[in-house]
């Protein structure tokens, strides 16, 4: 999905257009209003459908003088819960302002949606009404993880579509995560690396085994570089740019990684306060202490991508404050504008062309298999030891 832009007379700015769900979150809409007013402040070129009650979101936009014309808004009568189930919204939810925002991108009119609604109706709702790429089996959600990388981050996935995912699927957060890489972290051929227990080959379920196989002979089409196994200390690493595993595995890092940050700013807030001296340590550390909880603070990256769907679509956290919130539609509208899904669906196509090339060289006529000495078989083409 390219960028949407208005039709602006010659010699002024196009606008880029993000739809977003304004009801879903935890803090509520007066706090979704707050970060929308920071990343409209921060982007000139941005514009927002905003879906939700319009009596109160027309009172929290009146009053932010920064929203004055970059929003519109469109009235939707129901919300989604955290705790309505995605079959339940799936049939019940046209009239929600998750429904909305994603069918606004849907019909063209915006670049990409952002919520911070439940996790399992946003990703039913994006999969029914944007659907999935030709040839995707799993939708993933990548998130950007702080890395000693030179360009400050990795990218990760799954962190939480689907709890399970096979060797093929994994092949496809590889394609993914690497398109992702490519061009939000500007890194020509990214580093792809498998998550397992350890890096040695024969370590690990038969199934990671199977796709560490498969990742490498695909790699080349693909777009990246597979670096086989890492382990979890090297997420934040430099071994890899892009880390792949299943929706289960993903989710539990990501809350471990976010909550071991939280943990590790209060126990230096608590080491700082703690007496008079103390105190005249922290102030004497103040720069460098800001320095250290900005750059491992999980809000700045806050924002999972559903990637896999003919459309962009960015999950907030739901209990995200406003500081999440604008960094969530800063991430859409830099999607918006990027071409990611024209990347993965044309990284998708190489793989494919590539497989089907391979197996065309070991068919013989007529789409039998050659066998030893002349004789044929009726197997599947093999390629790396499993067909894709």
Known sequence: MKSVKDTSPAGTAARVIISADAMGGDQGPAVFVAGLADSIARHPDLFVILHGDEAQLSALVAKTPVLAGRVELRHATEVVTMEDKPAQVMRHGQNTSMWAAIDCVRNGEAGAAVSCGNTGALMAVSMIRLRKLPGINRPAIACLWPSRNPGGFNVMLDVGADVKAEPSDLLQYAVMGSAYASLGLSIQRP??????????????????????????????????????????????????????????????????????????????????????????????????????????????????????????????????????????????RRLALSGLTERIAARLASIETARQDGASEETGPEGSMEGPAGTTGTGPAKEGGSSV
Do not use: C, W, Y
Not at 223 to 248: K, L, M, Q
Not at 267 to 279: H, M
């Open 191 to 332: 580093r792809v690396g498998l998550l397992n227990v350890g890096t040695e080959d024969h370590k690990g379920r038969a199934e990671l085994k199977e796709a560490n196989e498969i990742l490498a002979a695909h790699a080349a089409s693909g777009g990246f570089t597979h670096v086989g196994f890492v382990e979890g200390n090297e997420i934040p690493g430099a071994r890899a740019d892009v880390i792949v595993t299943d929706g289960f595995t993903g989710n539990v890092a990501l809350k471990t990684g976010e909550g071991t940050a939280k943990l590790v700013v209060e126990r230096l807030r608590e080491a700082f306060t703690a007496g008079f001296f103390a105190k005249i340590a922290a102030l004497l550390a103040m720069r460098s202490l800001k320095r250290f909880q900005k750059n491992i603070d999980p809000r700045r990256v806050n924002g999972g991508v559903f990637l896999g769907l003919k459309g962009t679509v960015v999950k907030s956290h739901g209990g995200s404050d406003a500081t999440g919130i604008s960094a969530a539609i800063g991430l859409a």
